[in-house]
């Protein structure tokens, strides 16, 4: 979640809290004096090129004043559009629905358990928001029943030796190949529980959807406070029915766990067009046909990983582009390049309209800061360097690796990636305690696993 140039205090959690999510951002943002850039309960209203734009590039913004009621146009050099992707919620319309007793409402509307109590609760869609939802209900409702049209791979937070799951993501692994990566992603989240004995085992590979993390699902299975049951058929009165032909009665409240539909209300079709929840933008970022690459749509990805790192590196490519010190290309390139993700994405997941701006982390982090010409050279780096090219290459892939070269580069980079262990563990080991020794050892066999590896990923990724 950490920006480039701007570690998260040591003493703030790993996986912040919302509210302590928002004190980092104002953190950042009194760190580099921003405050007095935002203009806040500004509602957008409409984004159009200029009445010059053919020759300026420029974009005319209106926008209202939601406590004055009062509305502007002005008119900026360029724009980010920083929105987002969860507009609307979709809300699927199954038979019987109308005639259900019960309360149906979407998971964009549902806050807290209260209100749940000695509930029988039917959450429909098994994404994060399902899972987080059906988490929280179990401690309050008498029973929660989560419905899922394919079954999925769950992931939990907690990773190898208690680190976050994020810190596995290591460049090296890049070079595993996809059919062996599969059966070891299989091996190890079967370990935790047999997603078979659990009834979540899906048909596809856990890269062939949108990752789900959950660290309570299955104790909550165990515990029998949740069960999973097929896609929904229909409502009944009081009930629902599922495909496989089973019916579960009395329920009081069904939620929708079915994702958004995502949107640009505020911009004109000819510049973004929303088709079946995909858009067609350049590397997510830059509308193709466009004569002028003044603007930019940051965040309209779907990550592994963390969306504010890579956020931010759109945002650092977009200004320079901005600023005509970086070109984009032509359109037929841009355009052929759109087609490539689309394919390859097509290829490698489920199809659904949740899985129209997927990205890998390490690999788009890389391709974006390539454009920018802050992405290290590794090879040169294990020469001049080789502690922390190690560092890089077989550690945690962070944001900070974007600050060490190029434009923008920040002092401050290599001691963050040195100390960037130190401020995993500090919010954790909150009491003192002796330290275990490692009896174990490092093994021969893994240093020439290593020694292999490195000598591979330096040989055919960087070359």
């Known amino acids: 979640m950490a920006f480039s140039d701007f570690p998260p205090p040591k003493e703030y959690a790993n996986y912040m809290h919302n509210t302590q999510l928002i004190k980092y951002f104002r953190l950042y943002a009194n760190h580099f004096g921003l405050l007095k850039y935002i203009h806040?309960?500004?509602?957008?209203?409409?984004?159009?090129?200029?009445?010059?734009?053919?020759?300026?590039?420029?974009?005319?913004?209106?926008?209202?004043?939601?406590?004055?009621?009062?509305?502007?146009?002005d008119s900026f050099d360029s724009v980010m559009v920083c929105s987002g992707h969860h507009v609307d919620p979709h809300k699927p319309k199954f038979p019987g629905q109308d005639e259900f007793q019960g309360r149906i409402i979407h998971t964009h509307d549902y806050k807290v358990p209260q209100g749940y109590e000695d509930k029988r609760i039917v959450v429909i869609g098994i994404g994060n928001s399902g899972g987080d939802a059906a988490v929280e209900l179990a401690k309050f409702g008498s029973q929660v029943?989560?419905?899922?049209?394919?079954?999925?791979?769950?992931?939990?937070?907690?990773?190898?030796?208690?680190?976050?799951?994020?810190?596995?993501?290591?460049?090296?692994?890049?070079?595993?190949?996809?059919?062996?990566?599969?059966?070891?992603?299989?091996?190890?989240?079967?370990?935790r529980f047999d997603h078979a004995n659990y009834g979540l085992l899906p048909d596809h590979s856990p890269i062939a959807q949108h990752p789900m993390v959950n660290d309570g699902l299955p104790n909550e299975i165990l515990s029998g406070r949740i069960k999973i049951k097929a896609n929904v058929k229909q409502f009944l009165k009081t009930a629902i029915e599922f495909e496989d032909g089973t019916i579960e009665e009395d329920i009081d409240d069904v939620i929708m766990a079915t994702g958004y539909v995502f949107g640009f209300p505020f911009l004109d079709e000819s510049v973004v067009k929303v088709v079946n929840n995909g858009v067609s933008l350049y590397k997510y970022i830059f509308p193709p046909t466009l004569k002028?690459?003044?603007l930019a749509v940051i965040g309209c990805i779907q990550p592994h990983g963390a969306i504010n790192p890579i956020s931010e590196l759109q945002s650092r490519w977009a200004t320079r582009v901005f600023k005509g010190l970086v070109k984009l290309p032509s359109t037929d390139v841009m355009m052929a390049d759109i087609r490539e993700k689309k394919e390859a994405m097509a290829r490698r997941y489920v199809k659904s309209q949740r899985h129209t701006i997927q990205v890998d982390f390490i690999a788009y982090m890389d391709e974006i800061a390539k454009e920018i010409g802050v992405r290290p050279n590794f090879r040169q780096m294990f020469c001049t360097d080789p502690a922390l090219a190690w560092k890089c290459v077989f550690g945690p892939v962070t944001p900070y690796q974007y600050r060490l070269v190029g434009p923008g580069k920040w002092d401050g980079a290599k001691?963050?990636?040195?100390?960037?262990?130190?401020?995993?563990?500090?919010?954790?080991?909150?009491?003192?305690?002796?330290?275990?020794?490692?009896?174990?050892?490092?093994?021969?066999?893994?240093?020439?696993?290593?020694v292999v590896l490195i000598m591979s990923f330096l040989i055919t990724y960087y070359l």
């Open 40 to 73: 806040f309960n500004m509602k957008v209203d409409s984004v159009k090129p200029s009445s010059d734009y053919d020759t300026t590039g420029r974009w005319d913004l209106t926008y209202t004043d939601t406590e004055k009621n009062v509305s502007k146009t």
């Open 292 to 294: 002028h690459g003044t």
């Open 145 to 191: 029943f989560l419905s899922t049209r394919r079954g999925c791979w769950v992931n939990n937070r907690v990773g190898d030796h208690g680190y976050p799951l994020d810190l596995r993501n290591r460049r090296y692994a890049q070079l595993i190949p996809a059919s062996i990566k599969i059966n070891m992603m299989k091996k190890l989240l079967n370990q």
């Open 415 to 450: 001691e963050a990636i040195e100390t960037m262990w130190e401020r995993v563990i500090y919010p954790t080991k909150s009491r003192p305690v002796k330290e275990l020794k490692n009896v174990q050892g490092f093994g021969k066999w893994k240093f020439l696993i290593f």
